[in-house]
């Protein structure tokens, strides 16, 4: 099974920052990796599928890249709406596994 | 639009079984696999399988073999989820999820998003 490390496990931000979240894969995944936001009680959000593409809908604020085994999430000007739970999903192949979480919390 | 709906929540004995399904719309049903992903209070998501809704073909997660089973009716676009011996453990909003693999007329496949999700079933086990 493909292992997905995801850090931080929680960050701590200001409105306006610019913060980063990885997921770093224990074997090349090529670019099948998505992101998703949840917020508590919520179904988890859609934000980038294919490492870079953005979800229809979802403020360009939210960027992905990488490839292989490392990928990373930015969010722009960080906005009280973004402070939630983050996570990376591997489906290179099957069992597709999840990221542990990052929990962006306002500083 | 392309949408997931899921069956209202259960609760159930520890031991017994609960089945939950997911109706498909606004899509060909028979062109996307379906998955299944659970995630209990202040977890992260866990992947328990999928179905291929044109051939049927399943697989499963080591964790849920032998007490979870995928199946379809393509008569009415829906995918259910039935999970046996249940246990408190099992409590948790199961979640049906369209993709990552479409397949074309042909049957040649290529991934996609994962998404939309549906909307999430909780299934409290009480012992």
């Known amino acids: 099974d493909i292992q997905m490390t995801q850090s931080p496990s929680s960050l701590s931000a200001s409105v306006g920052d610019r913060v980063t979240i990885t997921c770093r894969a224990s074997?090349?995944?090529?670019?099948?990796l998505a992101w998703f936001q949840q917020k508590p009680g919520k179904t988890p959000k859609s934000l980038i599928y294919?490492?870079?593409s953005l979800q229809s809908g979802v403020p360009s604020k939210f960027s992905g890249s990488g490839s292989g085994t490392d990928f990373t999430l930015t969010i722009d000007s960080l906005q009280p709406e973004d402070f939630a739970t983050y996570f990376c999903?591997?489906?290179?192949?099957?069992?597709?596994?999840f990221g542990g979480g990052t929990k962006v919390e306002i500083k | 639009q392309v949408q997931l709906v899921q069956s209202g929540a259960e609760v159930k004995k520890a031991g017994a079984s609960v089945k939950v399904s997911c109706k498909a719309s606004?899509?060909?049903?028979?062109?996307?696999?379906i998955n299944w992903v659970r995630q209990a209070a202040g977890q992260g998501p866990e992947w328990m399988g999928w179905?291929?809704?044109?051939?049927?073909?399943?697989d499963y997660a080591w964790k849920f073999q032998g007490r979870v089973t995928i199946s379809r009716d393509s008569s009415i676009n829906t995918v259910y989820m039935e999970m046996t011996s249940l246990r408190s453990e099992d409590t948790a909003v199961y979640y049906c999820?369209?993709?990552?693999?479409?397949?074309?007329?042909?049957?040649?496949?290529?991934?996609?998003?994962?998404?939309?999700w549906g909307q999430g079933t909780l299934v409290t086990v009480s012992s």
């Open positions: 294919a490492a870079s």
């Open positions: 606004g899509y060909t049903f028979s062109r996307y696999d």
């Open positions: 999820v369209r993709g990552p693999y479409y397949y074309d007329s042909s049957d040649s496949w290529r991934r996609t998003e994962f998404d939309p």
């Open positions: 999903l591997q489906y290179f192949n099957y069992p597709l596994t």
């Open positions: 179905i291929n809704p044109n051939s049927g073909n399943t």
């Open positions: 074997q090349g995944i090529g670019n099948s």
